[in-house]
């Protein structure tokens, strides 16, 4: 059975950091795009940032120079660094994984909706 485990979620004040991390098991992991996205209360889920298997990288202009993805094959493990959080931040996160790196900005923009979803953790950035 296919997972995605994320965890790394909290509480923090604004400005603080926090380190997301997200677990694939079941699944080709360098073969597919992995994902972060969010929802927060009362808005659509958004793509965040996504690595391809090649190491490409998109994000969403709202994180850029914040947050950093990364991936660890040996771990099957992609990452979200977030620095400088703010208020608006606050939503649970998602990562997703799909198949096609010529598709990672299509998959970012959920254009094409991912094939695998974790089951999401809570960030909350408050004072």
């Known amino acids: 059975e296919v997972q995605l485990v994320e965890s790394g979620g909290g509480l923090v004040q604004p400005g603080g950091s926090l380190r997301l991390s997200c677990e694939v098991s079941?699944?080709?992991?360098?073969?597919?795009?992995i994902g972060w996205y969010r929802e927060a209360p009362g808005k659509e889920r958004e793509g965040v940032s996504c690595v391809t298997s090649d190491g490409n990288i998109y994000s969403t202009d709202s994180v850029k120079g914040r947050f950093t993805i990364s991936r660890d094959s040996a771990k099957n493990t992609v990452y979200l660094n977030m620095n400088d959080l703010r208020p608006e931040d606050t939503a649970v996160y998602y990562c997703?994984?799909?198949?096609?790196?010529?598709?990672?900005?299509?998959?970012?923009?959920?254009?094409?909706?991912?094939?695998?979803w974790g089951q999401g953790t809570q960030v909350t950035v408050s004072s």
């Open positions: 997703a994984a799909d198949r096609g790196s010529s598709r990672a900005i299509q998959l970012l923009r959920l254009w094409v909706p991912p094939g695998y």
């Open positions: 079941e699944l080709p992991f360098d073969d597919y795009v």
